[in-house]
T-cell receptor, first 114, second 115 residues
Framework: KAGVTQTPRYLIKTRGQQVTLSCSPISGHRSVSWYQQTPGQGLQFLFEYFSETQRNKGNFPGRFSGRQFSNSRSEMNVSTLELGDSALYLC?????????????FGEGSRLTVL | GNSVTQMEGPVTLSEEAFLTINCTYTATGYPSLFWYVQYPGEGLQLLLKATKADDKGSNKGFEATYRKETTSFHLEKGSVQVSDSAVYFCALRGDSGGSNYKLTFGKGTLLTVNP
């Protein structure tokens, strides 16, 4: 079956702009989690959505937001981009809540902020 | 809060060498422990897991034992191959509800295996 699909794979933005990233989970999976991966900080948890509701949130400023649609697809948005937002953004899906089972990761969206 | 500390890389080995990547954790209660692997250009994949003390997770020749007394979950493989070159992440899942009930990852260890 198809894996987790993230779009776009690569994008370049400038400071102050906003960006929207998309994640399509594995069919039947109801949870989508988002992580930011940087060389210095490693993988940091952004938030998790399950059945269109945010179930858990990491320690990121309010510029980072997300949502989940009825078909379980999820989007995350970063507003007023800063240089430090340059990172690989990973999405992971799971059948139930992320904490209860295995996470399946997409290949990520690599964001560069100039 | 929960945290995971794993050995800094990069680790460079020759084919057929023995591999150990250290991982220690800080958590209350009885967390579950995981190793994920990220091959070049790909997303993370679950490699193995252990859900209670003294459990041994194993997969593809890799092993890790959940040691509660030393709060460790070291990854080992007896004979590495070039195809094992990847970044390895140790992760923890808290056992209680609320903000701890999520995966917390270490920073990753880059392994390069030379022929």
């Amino acid at each position: 079956k198809a894996g987790v699909t993230q779009t776009p794979r690569y994008l370049i933005k400038t400071r102050g702009q906003q960006v929207t990233l998309s994640c399509s989970p594995i069919s039947g999976h109801r949870s989508v989690s988002w992580y930011q991966q940087t060389p210095g900080q490693g993988l940091q948890f952004l938030f998790e959505y399950f059945s269109e509701t945010q179930r858990n949130k990491g320690n990121f400023p309010g510029r980072f937001s997300g949502r989940q649609f009825s078909n379980s697809r999820s989007e995350m948005n970063v507003s007023t981009l800063e240089l430090g937002d340059s990172a690989l953004y990973l999405c992971a899906s799971s059948l139930g809540l992320a904490a209860t089972g295995e996470l399946f990761f997409g290949e990520g969206s690599r964001l560069t902020v100039l | 809060g929960n945290s995971v500390t794993q050995m800094e890389g990069p680790v460079t080995l020759s084919e057929e060498a023995f591999l150990t990547i250290n991982c220690t954790y800080t958590a209350t209660g009885y967390p579950s422990l995981f190793w994920y692997v990220q091959y070049p250009g790909e997303g993370l994949q679950l490699l193995l897991k252990a859900t209670k003390a003294d459990d041994k997770g194993s997969n593809k020749g890799f092993e890790a034992t959940y040691r509660k007394e030393t709060t460790s979950f070291h990854l080992e493989k007896g004979s590495v191959q070039v195809s094992d070159s990847a970044v390895y992440f140790c992760a923890l899942r808290g056992d209680s509800g609320g903000s701890n009930y999520k995966l917390t990852f270490g920073k990753g260890t880059l392994l390069t295996v030379n022929p």
